[in-house]
């Protein structure tokens, strides 16, 4: 699976937009981009994924580059329960005897701020 | 709560003494998940099930762990002989098998954190 670059942590004032960045230069054709979230104490928690096309839910939007190699997760309106560590993770679909499991780096540590 | 559960969610031990984690994973989902996180970083696979059957295991997972889902329904997760430096947090995740599981990713627990004192 390719690796992501994210900035270690970011600040948001509540009520405004977070856009989170992360770079996956080297992402191959297959390869889908997840965004997961933990908030502190908590396991993982989806968030969204796409391959090509922008996508959008309840919780955020995702938007990747033409390129595909580099894609912004959108929180619109951030709240303070927003305050996570978020991470961008690459991964091909399952293939043979593959397991679907998730590479975490680091992610991106935000702070929603009053 | 139709989540993934862990048990128990806090446990402190002494060095040298053996410890058991339970997951009981999403009922529809058959692929199960360990994975292992210390302060600061993001978590690391351990290993994985399908079903009863462990297909992958990390090289993070040494001879003292084992892994076992018996029945292809809960799993649990056992350290034998703890280190100080299996002070983490362990977490369990589940999905569905095929397509679906590519689509919804994987549904974690809320952890069981381990301190070995």
């Known amino acids: 699976d390719a690796k992501t670059t994210q900035p270690p942590s970011m600040d948001c004032a509540e009520g405004r937009a977070a856009n989170l960045p992360c770079n996956h230069s080297t992402i191959s054709g297959n390869e889908y981009v997840y965004w997961y979230r933990q908030i502190h104490s908590q396991g993982p928690q989806y968030i969204i994924h796409?391959?090509?096309n922008n996508e959008t839910n309840e919780m955020a939007s995702l938007i990747i580059t033409e390129d595909r190699k580099s894609s912004t997760l959108i929180l619109p309106h951030a709240t303070l329960r927003d305050t996570a560590v978020y991470y961008c993770?690459?991964?091909?679909?399952?293939?043979?005897?593959?397991?679907?499991?998730?590479?975490f780096g680091k992610g991106t540590k935000l702070s929603v701020i009053p | 709560d139709t989540g993934v559960s862990q048990d128990p969610r806090h446990k402190i031990t002494k060095r040298g003494q053996n410890v058991t984690f339970r997951c009981d994973p999403i009922?529809?989902?058959?692929?199960l998940y360990w994975y292992r996180q210390t302060l600061g970083q993001g978590p690391e696979f351990l290993t994985y099930f399908q079903n009863e059957a462990q297909l992958e295991k990390s090289r993070l997972l040494s001879d003292r762990f084992s892994a076992e889902r018996p029945k292809g329904s809960f799993s649990t997760l056992e350290i034998q002989r703890t280190e100080q430096g299996d002070s983490a947090m362990y977490l369990c995740a589940s999905s569905p098998s095929g397509d679906r599981g590519l689509l919804v990713g994987l549904f974690f627990g809320e952890g069981s954190r381990l301190t070995v004192l």
């Open positions: 009922s529809e989902h058959n692929r």
């Open positions: 993770i690459v991964r091909a679909p399952y293939s043979g005897a593959g397991s679907y499991q998730l590479t």
């Open positions: 796409g391959l090509k």
